[in-house]
């Protein structure tokens, strides 16, 4: 006797970004995190790599046309409720891509990823300078530090710059900015901070000409240096979170919480500095399967 077909429907996210050979960071990480928050994940690549705990040793980018005929043709046949861009190496890339999200209805979460943990450029000058548009058409952008630096040309070194840049983003049109706080000074004399403390700083713009508010989100230091994909996994976490319908602060505030497990209790495998491990993070609200 044959059994029923007893599916799931959960909801559907995307990801636009790079595949790590190696399997901690891009594309795969992505696809592990989407799948612990109870969401399906679909793909557009956007460049593949040879890479591994040690570095990364060589990118191959694909053309922009490829990238679009892979969009348009998950957009085709599912229908993604929220969309993440990781590392998209080129500027034609970036701009096909710009392209494609202006018309998406629902929250876009840029990650711009430019330089990996092991200090490797991802992103070439010419990507970097045509992040701007994509930038204006984000619901949330997520850089670390130097990333921060980078889209805003300036310093930033502590949470207060952190809050600085983030204003910045949003004067410039994303709807909000989390400037992770990973690679900055901990102490600058306010709150909890201090030695062994790490301070995201998400900045919400106010809408109708108010200013933009901030909140500091303060967690423990984990003492590792295996933090390889944890950019691609926290935005990977917020956009499953925001495609099964939470707010987009409750969502961000959610992720940036759970990534401390992700990173204590991370995969030491390779030789090299280990990946975080994303099917550990504490999901209350949904399991694989489960509609928002």
Not at 138 to 167: F, I, M, Q, Y
Not at 196 to 220: A, C, F, K, S, Y
Request: hydrophobic share 40%.
């Amino acid at each position: 006797m044959s059994e029923p077909y007893d599916p799931v429907s959960p909801p559907v996210a995307l990801t636009i970004a790079g595949s790590d050979s190696g399997s901690g960071a891009g594309i795969q990480a992505d696809l592990k995190a989407m799948t612990t928050h109870g969401v399906f994940g679909t793909t557009v690549v956007t460049a593949t790599t040879a890479q591994n705990t040690r570095g990364v040793h060589d990118v191959t980018p694909l053309s922009a046309d490829h990238v679009a005929a892979q969009y348009d043709a998950v957009v085709d046949d599912f229908a993604p409720r929220a969309v993440k861009t990781g590392m998209l190496a080129t500027r034609e890339v970036v701009e096909a891509v710009t392209g494609r999200l202006g018309g998406f209805p629902g929250p876009v979460v840029v990650d711009p990823v430019m330089v990996a943990a092991t200090g490797d450029r991802l992103l070439s000058a010419a990507a970097e300078a045509a992040y701007d548009d994509l930038v204006a058409a984000a619901t949330l952008v997520t850089p670390n530090a130097d990333e921060a630096a980078v889209l805003v040309d300036d310093a930033v070194e502590t949470p207060a710059d952190a809050a600085a840049a983030g204003r910045t983003l949003v004067d410039r049109g994303a709807d909000a900015a989390l400037v992770k706080g990973g690679h900055l000074d901990d102490a600058d004399g306010r709150g909890a901070s201090g030695e062994g403390t790490v301070v995201d700083t998400l900045v919400i713009g106010g809408g109708g000409g108010d200013d933009p508010r901030v909140r500091r989100i303060e967690n423990p230091r984990v003492d590792t240096d295996a933090t390889h994909g944890s950019g691609c996994v926290l935005s990977s976490s917020i956009v499953a979170r925001l495609a099964r319908g939470e707010p987009l602060e409750a969502a961000v505030v959610a992720a940036v919480d759970g990534m401390g497990e992700a990173i204590r209790r991370g995969y030491d495998v390779g030789t090299g500095p280990g990946a975080v491990n994303p099917t550990v993070m504490d999901v209350i609200d949904g399991r694989a399967g489960d509609d928002p």
